[in-house]
């Protein structure tokens, strides 16, 4: 009898844990609020929530102009990953399969959506710019598409995803770019790109 109702919980279990990863996200229960803005209200628009539907749309919303903002409108398979930056400016980042990812950014002060931006390692909402990680380093105005830079490090380990081999990036204060990284030899190596440069 101990043994049957064991038995009857382990498959129980694995029955649940097999319909959970048959969920896409955003699925048939109607609408999920995701995220709303870090303080609860934006400077512009006051009280912001990122949602989905049925149909694995992303928009954003807010109860003072009673818009909505499709922001992601293809299908996507994982729960979206969201990051506020700022108030008004908000990261969504889609995985599409390990270690496959792109962001998109909106800016609600002014309305722009951009497309999407594979494998981002950093980004600095002041201006805009995101650290881009596929096949080399480079940096690119979210909103324009227009690239700025491409950092070329001579001992940067070689790697069909330059991702992979970031270590920490992070733009300071000042506008300053600092990358840790992994070297070909196995190491571990700093740069730092300057806000002079890359304006």
């Known amino acids: 009898m101990k043994l049957s109702v064991y038995y009857l919980l382990v498959m129980l279990f694995a029955l649940g844990l097999f319909l959970n990863s048959q969920d896409v996200a955003g699925g048939e229960g109607g609408i999920d609020v995701l995220a709303s803005s870090p303080d609860g209200v934006s400077k512009v628009y006051g009280s912001v929530t990122l949602m989905t539907s049925e149909n694995q749309k992303l928009w954003i919303e807010n109860g003072i102009k009673e818009i909505s903002r499709v922001i992601v409108e293809s299908p996507f398979r994982y729960e979206p990953e969201i990051t506020w930056h700022s108030n ?5 980042m889609i995985a ?7 962001s998109i950014f909106y800016d609600l002060r002014n309305d722009l959506v951009s497309g999407e931006m594979w494998f981002v390692v950093a980004f600095d909402e002041r201006r805009g710019i995101a650290l881009l990680g596929e096949d080399r380093l480079r940096l690119v105005n979210v909103f324009t598409d227009k690239e700025i830079l491409e950092i070329r ?4 380990q070689t790697t069909a995803i330059t991702f992979l081999v970031i270590e920490d990036a992070r733009f300071d204060d000042n506008g300053n770019l600092h990358l840790r990284y992994t070297t070909n030899a196995g190491g571990i190596n700093k740069h730092v790109v300057k806000s002079s440069d890359i304006d």
């Open 88 to 92: 008004d400016v908000v990261e969504v």
């Open 96 to 102: 599409t399969g390990s270690p496959g990812r792109f």
């Open 153 to 156: 490090l001579s001992d940067l």
